[in-house]
């Protein structure tokens, strides 16, 4: 009963994303997280950048999807009739994010990604309110 009570609020919760901001200008690489689950289409997010330590929140737009269905026809080998129908459902394999960050010491950076449901990773742009930019990479 433990067993599946743990095993039911890991589901729930998500798992963790860890972030990494590559400054452009120099090639140093500073280290964030997602701050509780992100199951649901928006959460929060903490990095040490720099010195300062920024919290903020991220958001994420899934692309769309798509239904298909179908019936068809065709002759078996024997002369009978033989029926089939199809169904299929698209779900959005990615999408599209923010995320706004506030720093301790005042400064603010906003990032710009995408996201990848098969590979659990994305990548983005940032730039801070005094123009430095850092690349984005996520990996779940």
Same mark, same amino acid.
């Not at 433990?2 to 500073?30: H, K, N, P, Q």
């Not at 997602?34 to 199951?39: H, I, N």
């Not at 991220?58 to 026809?73: F, K, Q, R």
């Given at each position: 009963?433990?067993?599946? $009570? ?13 972030? #990494?901001?590559?400054?452009?200008? %120099? ?11 992100? $199951? ?8 040490? =950048? ?20 179908? #019936?068809?026809? %065709? ?6 009739? /033989?029926?089939?129908?199809?169904? /299929? ?19 603010? =950076? ?12 994305? =990548? ?17």
């Amino acid at each position: 009963m433990r067993f599946s $009570l743990l095993l039911v609020a890991l589901l729930l919760s998500g798992c963790a994303v860890s972030s #990494t901001f590559i400054d452009r200008s %120099t090639g140093t690489e500073y280290l964030g997280k997602t701050l509780g689950g992100t $199951l649901s289409s928006e959460g929060k997010l903490q990095a040490a =950048i720099e010195g300062e330590v920024y919290q903020g929140s991220w958001v994420y737009m899934p692309s769309g999807g798509s239904v298909i269905t179908g #019936t068809g026809t %065709t002759v078996t080998p024997s002369g009978s009739p /033989a029926f089939g129908s199809l169904s /299929a459902f698209g779900i959005p394999t990615g999408g599209k994010g923010t995320v706004n960050m506030k720093g301790d010491k005042g400064s603010l =950076i906003r990032c710009v990604y995408e996201w990848n449901d098969w590979t659990s990773s994305g =990548i983005g742009e940032c730039e801070r309110n005094d123009g430095r930019r850092y690349d984005l990479r996520l990996k779940q």
